[in-house]
């Protein structure tokens, strides 16, 4: 699709070029646009329906919706931004430099610039911050057939139709009710008896990711959000929704991976700056790997005696870092989702304690016939076997239980995840390990 509208393009056929996007996905048409040159961009932005320009514009990324901004003229501008909803209007402001922003507010309604900068107030991961103010709302004395006029006068503006809000005087949330209801109830049917009252809502500090996790359990397609006297100031609906959980999933997975969270795409992303969101990790990682080799260090006097305990050190430190890694990803997922809680911890040790002793006995017993077979010598392959065994447990254990302290403490469990978990198991590993070799050999 992108080749036939560059050549449409090149070779000015605009008519053909409006009939071919004229029943264009708006997301295709925006993965389009971000492949063209600057030039054919704002050729093709300005052959869309102007209804469908906005919706476009929508789901461009930053760098592009930059560049177009640069392109267009103050009324093309004042109309994109004008006809965005209130939740994708502030997601661009709060991604566009110092200088656009200016721009951009100065060619909106008084009354589009008044919402967005209340929508600014709310704290970046708060409810209010990704909510918008576009919804439906009736009150209670209202009939089916006054609703339905209601949602054919203001529904094509509004984020969704399919929810609506029963709200009094003062606009405090009464009950909602679905066009589901609507279209199964008489025409005479008062909304205050067809509505429901049993709500779930969220308030504007709320936590963002719990809202996600509320979508997420009860299904949900939109979710009403009020202040502190339960005043309706709007919904927040499941694509924002969806977009938060990758967000902090997103997140999660750059701290497991022991790097700083960015928003910025991959090939986006300057080299230098990678660089730095790695560097402090690492280097920190780094440092805490001088213990291991201080441990080395103290019983050299032990590879002198037994020179071929040099040789299962490596073999140790990454089943140990593997075992206490395969643990810590399933709880730290675990509690992401929900499943998990700090007052399941009792239940998750008992269990993984189980896992790590029937994992790390058929570890062990595998150890010791290879070492005793490979070596002839009966006492290495003991020691490789016991101290696995040992390794295993305490990395299950370490694994397991080190996201449930860090969220007791309130940091993010993604923190405890494979880099910090290896660490700490691999200096443990080497202590059991020469425990084990200097109580057998003793024997």
């Given amino acids: 699709m992108t080749e036939n509208v560059a050549e449409l393009i090149d070779a000015k056929k605009h008519r053909e070029l409006k009939e071919f996007i004229a029943s264009a996905n708006v997301v295709d048409l925006a993965d389009d646009l971000e492949e063209l040159t600057p030039e054919q961009r704002i050729v093709l932005f300005r052959s869309l329906a102007k209804d469908a320009a906005a919706h476009v514009f929508s789901y461009l990324s930053p760098e592009t919706k930059e560049n177009l901004i640069g392109l267009l003229t103050d009324p093309e501008l004042s109309h994109i931004v004008n006809d965005l909803f209130l939740d994708d209007a502030v997601d661009f402001i709060e991604e566009m430099p110092a200088n656009v922003v200016k721009r951009v507010l100065k060619n909106v309604s008084e009354d589009t610039r008044n919402q967005i900068n209340q929508l600014l107030r709310y704290q970046e991961d708060s409810a209010g911050s990704i909510m918008t103010t576009e919804y439906i709302d009736l009150k209670e004395g209202m009939t089916v057939a006054d609703a339905f006029r209601r949602i054919r006068e203001v529904g094509m503006d509004k984020e969704t139709i399919y929810t609506c809000y029963v ?233 397991s239980m080190l996201p449930l302290l860090a969220r007791m403490l309130r940091f993010d469990p993604a923190l405890m995840a494979a880099p910090i978990v290896t660490t700490i198991v691999d200096a443990g590993g080497l202590i059991v390990y020469f425990m084990v070799a200097e109580a057998v050999m003793r024997l």
């Fill in 167 to 399: 709200t009094d005087a003062k606009r405090v949330l009464e009950g909602v009710v679905t066009v589901k209801i609507l279209l199964l109830s008489d025409m005479a049917d008062r909304i205050g008896d067809i509505m429901s009252t049993n709500i779930l809502y969220a308030v504007t500090g709320d936590d963002r990711e719990h809202v996600a996790e509320v979508f997420q359990k009860y299904d949900l397609i939109a979710l009403p959000v009020v202040d502190t006297e339960r005043h309706l100031v709007g919904i927040i609906t499941v694509d924002d929704a969806m977009e938060v959980l990758e967000e902090e999933s997103t997140e999660d997975f750059h701290i497991m991976a022991a790097m700083e969270p960015s928003d910025e795409p991959y090939l986006s992303t300057g080299v230098f700056d990678l660089a730095k969101r790695r560097i402090m990790w690492l280097l920190i990682l780094m440092v805490s790997a001088f213990f291991t080799g201080g441990i080395i260090t103290h019983f050299e006097a032990l590879f002198a005696t037994f020179p071929a305990l040099i040789s299962a050190i490596p073999m140790l430190m990454d089943t140990g870092g593997n075992a206490g890694s395969q643990s810590s990803t399933l709880i730290i997922r675990g509690m992401a989702v929900g499943e998990l809680h700090l007052s399941d911890w009792f239940e998750i040790f008992w269990k993984e304690l189980r896992v790590s002793v029937l994992v790390g006995g058929m570890l062990g017993v595998i150890n010791i016939g290879y070492k005793w077979f490979l070596s002839g010598n009966f006492a290495l392959g003991l020691i490789v076997g016991l101290s696995l065994f040992a390794t295993v447990v305490f990395a299950k254990m370490i694994g």
